[in-house]
C-alpha cells in the first residue's frame, strides 16, 4: 500500500530486509534519485542506526531524528545505563559491561539473583529478551536471545538486568529542538504486552498521582538533555507497582508506534514538530503550554493465533473491513484486502487508535470499533483484543506487564457459540447457496420461482437438509437438520434444529442477505423473534460472522471431511513428528539422525516475523528423520523431524 500512495516509489531490494530496507546506500541512493532534502525514517530498520543518520549527514540529506552521537550513546543500552545514573535518573540493577563470555554472563545473572532480564543492547521491540527464573534455563536463553539480537539488530550484545515481578512498562514522550529546549508531552502506558511486545496501549498512564506524573516527565526531560537530544524521543521506564518508584530501562531516539495516543490527547502532530525541528525551528509550545484532555487508547492488530501461543499467522487477507474513521477513532495501516502478510516483517496488520472523554469511554469506545474490524483468511488478535478491553482489572487500571499471562485463562477461554449464532451462520450459508443458484439461473425470468432454486422444493412438502457445522474456535461439531418453507418469499423462513449441550434446540428463522457486494455480504435475520444483523465473510467453506460481539467462524464438513476429520486431528497432534507451526525460516536444528531425545528437548528453531520459536520433543525416542536444513523456508503443517519412540 505504500507504494500505491506513494508519489514516486524507489525499488530498494527483496523482501528480507537485511537485502533491503537494513541497507543504508540503497535508502540514501532512493533520496538522491528522487531529489529528497530530507529522510523520515519511521518506526523501525534504520530509525535508531548512528551509521545510517552519519552517513546521511555525510550525502547533505537532512535526518529526521535526534544527532548520530545521541542515538549511539541512547541506542547502546549498556552505555545509556551509564549516562543516566552519572545524570541522577534511577536505574535497574544489572550487569552492563563489554565482556560478553556467556560463563562470565552466566555468573553475574547468579550473583544478581533469579528471576533476570536477558536483554539486547540494541534495538527494541522485544527482539532479544528473555526471562530467567532460574539458572538451568539461562545458557539456553542467552543463546536464543543473542541469536536474535545478531538477526534484528547486527549484534549479539546482551545485557543482564534484575527482573521486577509485575512491573508497568510507564513510558514518556520528550521533544527538544536545536536551541536546548526539551519539553515531555506527557506519558503513555505500555504494560499489555505479549512476548515482551506491546498489544495495548493508553495515555495518560491511569493510577498516577498528578506529583508523581510531574516527575515521571522532569526525570525523562532530564535523561534526554543528558545525551544532547534533538526531535522526538521516548523515555521508557519500568515501573514498580509495589513501592511507586521508577527506573530508566531505555530511551527509543525516534517516534513510537503508539504515538498516535499522545496526539489524541495533546492535540499535537508529532510529525510536524519533527520537521519543523529537523528544519531548526524552535519547539512550537513551552512546558506550561502543553495540556492533555480526555483518554486515548491503542490497540495493535495482529496476524497472530493468540489461542496457540500467539504464533504469527502470515498469509492473504481474503476479507478485510475498517471501522469507520472520525475525530475521535483513527485507523493506520498499510494492508488492503487481498495483500499477503509477509514472514519476513512484523505480523501488525493495523492499529485502532479511539478517544473519549473518560478512561471507561475509551475502552467501550475501542471495543465496539473492534468489532467493526473485520478481517478473514488468517488468523488475528481482535477477538482476544475485545475480551482484553472488557476485562473488569483492566478498566479498573490494575495493569503490569504480566497481565496477559496472569489472566489468560479468561481471555484465551473457547466459548460455545450460542444457539441464535448457529442459527445465523446456517441461514447466511443458505441463502448464500440460494443467491448463488438464482444468480447462474437462466432457465426462468422469475427470480423466486421454485424451480429457480435448488432447495430440492417438493410440491406440498417442506423439504429437509441436512448439513454438519464446526465452529472453529471451541472445535464444536453440530448436526444441522433444516427444514424450508415458504419458498417463493423474498424473506426466506426455515426450521432449525441441532443438539446444544445434548440439548435438542428448534429455532424458527427468516431473513435475507444483501448481496450487492461481490464479497461483503450483511445478513439481516430474526432468530425466534429476535432481530440480528451481521456482516458475513464466506472463503472456501467456511462462513466468517461478525457482530457486535465479534467474529464466529462456522466450517461445513463436506462427507468426504467426515471420514478423515478424526485421523487428520490425530496425526496432526501426533507426539512423534515434529510439524512447522506456522510459515517460518529454519534457524537450527539441533539434533542428528540417530540421536537419543527427552521430553522437553529443543528439536528444532524456526524463525517468523523476527522472532525465534523453539520447537521441542513431546516424547522420549530416538531421531528417526530430518526433513528440513538451515535456511530452508517451511510452510505451517509440514513435518519436519520424525521420532521413533522409547519402547
Partial sequence: MHVAMADQAVHVGPAQSIHSYLLKDRIVNAAIKTNSQAIHPGYGFLSENTSFAQYCQSNNIIFIGPPPNAIESMGIKSKSKEI????????????????????????????????????????????????????????????????????????????????????????????????????????????????????????????????????????????????????????????????????????????????PITEMITGVDLVEWQIKVAEGEKLPLRQNEIKFRGHSVQARIYAEDPYNNFLPAAGNLQYLDYPTVSDDVRVETGVQQGDDVSVHYDPMIAKLVVWSETRSGAFTKLKNNLAAFNIAGLSTNVQFLMSLCAHPELLKGNVHTGFIEQHKNVLLSKNLPSPELISQAVIAL???????????????????????????????????????????????????????????????????????????????????????????????????????KSNIAFIENSVHLFNKDGENEFTVILPFDEKTIDSNEQDTESNETILAPTQATVERVNVSLGDNVCVGDPIIVLTAMKMEYVVKAQIEGKIEKILRKEGDSVRKGELLVKITPKI
Fill in 430 to 532: 443458505i441463502l448464500y447457496n440460494e443467491n448463488k443458484t438464482i444468480s447462474t439461473n437462466i432457465n426462468t425470468s422469475d427470480p423466486y420461482s421454485p424451480f429457480a432454486t435448488q432447495t430440492g422444493f417438493r410440491v406440498n412438502h417442506n423439504y429437509l437438509q441436512k448439513i454438519k457445522l464446526k465452529h472453529n474456535l471451541c472445535g464444536e461439531l453440530y448436526d444441522v437438520r433444516i427444514e424450508y418453507y415458504g419458498v417463493g418469499s423474498s424473506d426466506s423462513r426455515f426450521n432449525i434444529y441441532f443438539k446444544n449441550k445434548d440439548t435438542e434446540i428448534e429455532s424458527n428463522v427468516r431473513g435475507s442477505l444483501d448481496t450487492s457486494s461481490s464479497n461483503k455480504f450483511h445478513l439481516t435475520c430474526v432468530v425466534d423473534g429476535t432481530l440480528y
Fill in 84 to 259: 543516566m545514573s552519572e545524570a541522577g535518573v534511577p536505574v535497574v540493577e544489572g550487569y552492563h559491561g563489554k565482556d560478553q563470555n556467556s560463563d562470565f554472563l552466566q555468573h553475574q545473572a547468579n550473583k544478581i539473583g533469579y528471576p533476570v532480564m536477558i536483554k539486547a543492547i540494541k534495538g527494541g521491540g522485544g527482539k532479544g529478551m528473555k526471562i530467567v527464573s532460574k539458572e538451568s534455563e539461562f545458557f539456553e536463553n542467552l543463546m536464543s536471545a543473542k541469536r536474535e539480537s545478531l538477526s534484528s539488530f547486527g549484534d549479539d550484545s546482551v545485557l543482564i538486568e534484575k527482573y521486577i515481578q509485575e512491573p508497568r512498562h510507564v513510558e514518556v514522550q520528550v521533544f527538544a529542538d536545536q536551541h536546548k529546549n526539551c519539553v515531555y508531552l506527557f506519558e503513555r502506558d505500555c504494560s499489555i504486552q505479549r512476548r515482551h511486545q506491546k498489544v495495548m496501549e493508553e495515555a495518560p498512564a491511569p493510577r498516577l498521582s498528578e506529583n508523581l506524573r510531574q516527575h515521571l516527565g522532569e526525570t525523562a526531560v532530564r535523561a534526554a538533555k543528558a545525551v544532547g537530544y534533538e526531535g522526538a524521543g521516548t523515555v521508557e521506564f519500568i515501573f514498580d507497582n509495589a513501592t511507586n518508584k521508577f527506573y530508566f530501562m531505555e530511551m527509543n531516539t525516534r517516534l513510537q508506534v503508539e504515538h
